[in-house]
């Protein structure tokens, strides 16, 4: 069956420190991932898309990296701060009858602590 | 108004009831969502329409209607609704509805059925 892990329900840092959250696959064939951050009671918010033949991508203090072999994507925030408390969604992206379909994982809980 | 706007964010309801959820996009996509999201499950699609066509409908029961009067407008008409039913109901649009697109959330409606 498909399935689409990510690493633990919640994970706490320490502030300054470098949050790594894993994204695990199975029986898919994502062209793309996309990571999303959602804070309580919002909805989900856009922060990176990495294509299928990239092996990472940066946008500021964020990276991702995606390994088709292993099907698993990590996602990295360095330099963590409290405001970076919130959950992230990882999502896969596949055409389906030529159109987006995306399937989301449950998201990783991340706390900050300063 | 900016973004992906739902109306209402607060909606209490009896099984007997019929209601509407409304979503409006302001950014001049081509694609538009509806997704539910529950305690501790993932965020999961129910309906899919691009250029106003229904392109995908994910198993949902029939007492969910969709409804899609123009590509910026979207609606979830509710009827009869089971206590189960009580969740988050995001609407996202996308550009074009393909592959590789950013999906642009709601804030959300958040349902409770009594």
């Known amino acids: 069956s498909q399935k689409i892990e990510q690493n633990s329900e919640a994970l706490n840092i320490q502030e300054g420190k470098t949050a790594t959250l894993t994204c695990n696959y199975t029986n898919y064939s994502p062209a793309y991932l996309q990571w999303y951050r959602q804070d309580p009671g919002r909805g989900p918010v856009f922060l990176l898309l990495i294509r299928e033949n990239e092996k990472e991508k940066r946008k500021e203090r964020l990276k991702v990296t995606f390994d088709t072999t292993l099907k698993q994507s990590l996602f990295h925030i360095t330099a963590s701060q409290p405001a970076d408390s919130a959950t992230y969604l990882c999502a896969l992206d596949m055409n389906s009858g030529g159109y987006q379909k995306v399937t989301f994982g449950i998201g990783t809980k991340l706390q900050v602590i300063p | 108004e900016t973004g992906v706007t739902q109306t209402p964010r607060h909606l209490v309801m009896g099984m007997t009831n019929k209601k509407s959820l409304k979503c409006e996009q302001h950014l001049g996509h081509n694609a538009m969502y509806w997704y539910k999201q529950s305690a501790k499950k993932p965020l999961e699609l129910m309906f899919v329409?691009?250029?106003?066509?229904?392109?995908e409908n994910n198993s949902v029961p029939s007492r969910f209607s969709p409804e899609c009067p123009n590509s910026s407008h979207l609606f979830l008409h509710l009827h009869t609704l089971q206590p189960e039913d009580s969740a988050l109901y995001l609407c996202a649009s996308s550009q074009e509805g393909l592959a590789a697109d950013t999906q642009y959330f709601g804030p959300g409606t958040r349902l409770t059925v009594l």
């Open positions: 329409y691009n250029f106003k066509e229904q392109t």
